[in-house]
């Protein structure tokens, strides 16, 4: 599966975002698919992962309530929406496909299909 990451760009505190991550190669249907982001100077870290039974995400508690990911089978797509933007959000955002256990889905280790990232900067 190849995983095209797109929508990243430069907003105010306060906007909104909309991330999309395409799939090629393969569908995402049977996969488990996160975000994660890596802010500058600071190592990478999980942001919001879509389980396979498509059920409600779950988030890194700084997002909670901002972010929204979301998949569309159709169209072979995932997202990720994000409201009320901060600085503190400002980073490279990739998407990612796996199939990890409960206990690893926020572990990038878990993962074995990245997207390029896409960077979103938010200024203050």
């Known amino acids: 599966v190849q995983l095209q990451a797109s929508g990243g760009g430069l907003v105010q505190a306060g906007e909104s975002l909309g991330l999309s991550c395409a799939a090629s190669q393969g569908t995402f249907t049977s996969y488990t698919v996160a975000w994660f982001r890596q802010p500058p100077g600071k190592e990478r870290e999980f942001v919001a992962v879509?389980?396979?039974?498509?059920?409600?995400?779950i988030y890194r508690d700084s997002v909670k309530g901002r972010f929204t990911i979301s998949r569309d089978s159709a169209k072979n797509q995932v997202y990720l929406q994000m409201n009320s933007l901060k600085p503190e959000d400002t980073a490279v955002y990739y998407c990612?496909?796996?199939?990890?256990?409960?206990?690893?889905?926020?572990?990038?280790?878990?993962?074995?299909?990245w997207g390029q990232g896409t960077l979103v900067t938010v200024s203050s």
């Open positions: 990612a496909a796996g199939r990890p256990i409960t206990t690893t889905m926020r572990s990038d280790k878990a993962y074995y299909y």
């Open positions: 879509s389980k396979l039974n498509n059920s409600n995400g």
